[in-house]
């Protein structure tokens, strides 16, 4: 080959490989935080506040989206408390599972068709043979919540007597070992940790705060909630978000 030839070929690969570089580097990337750091929604790799996923709804449902919008993903999970600051300040682009009552400017926010929907449950164990059919039955009862949430549909005059935890996985555990009478929680959460355990439970009629859950973002942002929403519809009309929340049920 021609030393004229060669330098040709080299600048034509050069020029290829510039080409594939730039095409890699412009694909976007979006920052999802403010979903639930638990299972069945996310198991967490790594201390963050930037991590992975290694499973959960959450991950299932990005991956998806991810394959059809051409789009990649970044978890970040600053402490709850800072991430309404944080998407002001555009560290996070979009919520993924989010509720209006949950922010303090929900106006200031563009929202996604409605993905999932969760209600709060009560579980005892089948052995105690208790029966809640109404708030006034939990009255006396030892309550397992969450530490730090609020549940306004729990109201104090019921007379329950409030034992908290940290996550819904211990108030589970703890009811096994007779220490609570009750937990209350997410239904989704709940049912995913009970499922396969040796003692039986009673999953009580009682069900309350059911909610339908969306993506948002920011309205000056300027993350693509049209196009995400669009997506959204798509895979909720062929099935693929039942097939996800199936998974984990």
Not at 196 to 205: S, T, V
Request: overall charge positive.
């Amino acid at each position: 080959m021609k030393p004229r030839s060669v330098l040709v070929c080299f600048f034509f690969l050069i020029g290829s490989i510039s080409c594939v570089a730039g095409q890699t580097a412009q694909r976007p990337s979006y920052v999802l935080g403010g979903f639930p750091s638990v299972m069945p929604f996310a198991s967490i790799d790594g201390k963050g506040p930037y991590v992975k996923l290694k499973n959960g709804i959450i991950k299932d449902l990005a991956d998806e989206i991810s394959k059809r919008t051409g789009w990649d993903f970044v978890y970040y999970f600053p402490p709850r408390k800072r991430m309404e600051g944080e998407m002001a300040a555009g560290r996070i682009d979009f919520i993924p599972m989010a509720h209006p009552l949950w922010l303090k400017s929900p106006s200031d926010y563009t929202w996604s068709e409605p993905w999932i929907s969760n209600s709060s449950i009560f579980i005892s164990l089948k052995s105690a043979k208790k029966s809640i059919r109404t708030l006034s039955d939990i009255k006396g009862m030892r309550l397992g919540l969450v530490t730090g949430y609020v549940y306004p549909e729990l109201p104090e005059a019921s007379g329950f007597i409030r034992d908290n935890a940290a996550l819904e996985a211990r108030n589970i555990r703890r009811l096994e070992a007779e220490l609570i009478d009750v937990v209350y929680g997410s239904r989704l959460e709940l049912l995913y940790y009970i499922k396969g355990r040796k003692i039986p439970f009673d999953i009580h009629p009682l069900q309350l705060g059911s909610q339908d859950l969306s993506w948002a973002c920011r309205k000056d942002s300027g993350a693509p909630i049209d196009r995400l929403n669009a997506v959204l519809k798509a895979m909720l009309a062929d099935g693929s978000v039942n097939a996800i929340l199936s998974a984990y049920r």
